[in-house]
């Protein structure tokens, strides 16, 4: 593999094998989560390494250029689409260690990471480090990851840490997944293929405190742009509702000459016309497409304005930080909305196993439920711009 490759690189590899990746989105679903083939597949194209800074060997691409090709994947499927956003955060994770114990832990620039950021575990203190437990719920593509970054509450002895405000300390450790046990709990509605599944460990490890580091005191080892905004890891985060909801578009299109069913209505039998004779068709198309094009701009629009300032070396605002988070809400929500009007509008065939709008509503419904994507965000925004301090929302 090629270390350091540009944008139009991994975009044009991406596009040797999206046919595969499409391809095997039956057997994806099947299995619940990325068989190895496809893994190599996406490896491959050094999609992995568009976070890693160049200093490590990655690309370290910009946030725009990330959301382009998580976007394309995920037309292809969005299991695929998913697992490559999170497994490719390894960049933003490494930045976060010292150089040299970096490059021990991610030996080259394609290594993935699973990561759990709800803080369900327990890091207790002790000398040079910490004695870390737990279970972690929804930790997707765990098993084609090498490290998992698990969130813990901080313990001395028996007691949680409590910081100002009687908020519990927090913390992010370095797991090694061959410490770690996958349970086979993801039986589920949609990304059924991303294979978030539980992991555990069964008792305390030791992890020693340079391989650990927190949300609430971020540090950065690099000095790229891409790595001084803690919350960089969301960039990429809507491009895969933004992929689903184009591929369901996409296929709409494809199934517009078909014609509709007869229909009954005032006790005559009126003759079926092709989909895209049907005027309801016709707007409903538009509106999708319109509001499709909306979410994209919007997305890119926030995304640039951070971006921009980071490029500066300045920090985004309390005000933007909270907007940013905001539109992740409104694109997801957004998409959900354009799937479901296509489902409608395609009638009853749509609902069969084996449709494709039927597994991309399946799919948009269950990343819905994502806390990242929680009307919280926008009830934060208010709150900022309202001037009322904003609530803590704990990493």
Not at 7 to 34: C, K, M, V
Not at 79 to 90: F, L, N, Q
């Amino acid at each position: 593999m090629n270390n350091k490759m540009t944008f139009e690189q991994i975009d044009n590899n991406i596009d040797g094998i999206i046919n595969q990746i499409a391809a095997a989105s039956a057997d994806i679903e099947a299995l619940r989560r990325l068989p190895e083939s496809t893994v190599t597949l996406l490896k491959e194209t050094g999609v992995f390494s568009m976070a890693m800074p160049k200093s490590m060997g990655g690309a370290e691409l910009d946030p725009i250029n990330q959301i382009k090709l998580i976007e394309k994947i995920s037309r292809a499927n969005s299991a695929a689409g998913w697992c490559t956003m999170i497994g490719s955060d390894s960049g933003y994770f490494a930045a976060m260690l010292p150089q040299e114990l970096a490059t021990k832990t991610y030996p080259n620039p394609h290594v993935i990471s699973g990561a759990a950021l709800s803080q369900t575990g327990k890091a207790r203190k002790v000398a040079g480090g910490y004695m870390v437990s737990g279970r972690w719920p929804f930790v997707s593509g765990c098993n084609n990851a090498e490290w998992l970054i698990a969130g813990c509450k901080v313990y001395d002895g028996e007691d949680m840490v409590l910081l100002e405000g009687d908020i519990p300390q927090t913390l992010q450790c370095f797991l090694n997944m061959s410490d770690l046990e996958i349970l086979d709990t993801w039986h589920v509605m949609g990304l059924r293929g991303t294979g978030s599944n539980d992991v555990a460990l069964q008792q305390e490890i030791f992890v020693a405190e340079e391989m650990t580091f927190s949300f609430q005191q971020p540090r950065s080892f690099q000095d790229g742009a891409l790595y001084q905004f803690p919350m960089a890891f969301m960039f990429n985060f809507s491009a895969v509702p933004l992929g689903v909801a184009q591929s369901a578009l996409d296929f709409f299109l494809s199934e517009a000459n078909k014609p509709t069913r007869q229909v009954h209505q005032a006790g005559q039998f009126l003759k079926g016309r092709a989909l895209k004779d049907e005027s309801f068709v016709q707007g409903a198309v538009g509106e999708a497409a319109t509001k499709l094009r909306v979410l994209r701009a919007f997305l890119y629009h926030e995304v640039e304005q951070i971006w921009s300032l980071l490029k500066q070396g300045e920090m985004p605002s309390p005000v933007q930080q909270v907007a940013f988070l905001a539109a992740t809400t409104e694109v997801f929500s957004g998409c959900q909305e354009i799937v479901e009007t296509l489902v409608k509008c395609r009638g009853g065939s749509a609902v069969y196993q084996g449709n494709p709008l039927e597994q991309a509503l399946r799919d948009i419904v269950t990343m819905n439920q994502h806390a990242m994507t929680s009307p919280r965000n926008q009830h934060q925004l208010g709150r900022a711009l309202l001037g009322v301090p904003p609530e803590q929302i704990l990493l």
